[in-house]
């Protein structure tokens, strides 16, 4: 989400949490590794690292498994994106019936793959 942040929201990179690719200083620049930079955040785990790195809860968040239903329950605005396309992409709900119930429950925004997006990978 940092690649496209800023051009579509306007909200700088940096100001953008998430997972990130691990960089090292090698014989004189800067070199991306395979790996992720520090622990891998799920679960409540999203939650403590976003209140960690910034103070304060999200305002907004967004999620697709059940891994993100306590960092979503705790922002004001959750968008849940619905992995149910298994023609043009996959489908994915087994991982997130738990999101997906709290979802419907709590009336938070949900965007179906499927019904709602026009194109999901550039032909």
């Keep these: 989400m940092r690649v ?13 949490i998430g997972s990130a690719p691990e960089w090292v200083y090698e014989n ?9 930079h520090g622990n891998i955040a799920l679960g409540p ?7 960690a790195r ?11 498994g ?3 239903l306590e960092m979503l329950q705790e922002a004001r605005f959750r968008l ?9 992409e996959y489908v994915v709900t087994a991982a997130a019936e ?7 429950q709590g009336g938070w925004t949900m965007v179906s793959m499927k019904d709602d997006w026009k194109t999901i990978f550039k032909e």
């Design 54 to 64: 910034t103070g304060r809860m999200a305002l907004f968040a967004a999620g697709n």
């Design 80 to 88: 849940v994106i619905v992995h149910d396309d298994a023609e043009r």
């Design 66 to 68: 059940d891994v993100d």
């Design 45 to 51: 785990g999203k939650l403590e690292h976003i209140y």
């Design 98 to 104: 738990k999101l997906l119930e709290s979802s419907r």
């Design 28 to 36: 004189g620049r800067l070199v991306r590794r395979n790996e992720l």
């Design 4 to 16: 496209f942040s800023e051009d579509t929201w306007g909200i700088l990179r940096e100001n953008v």
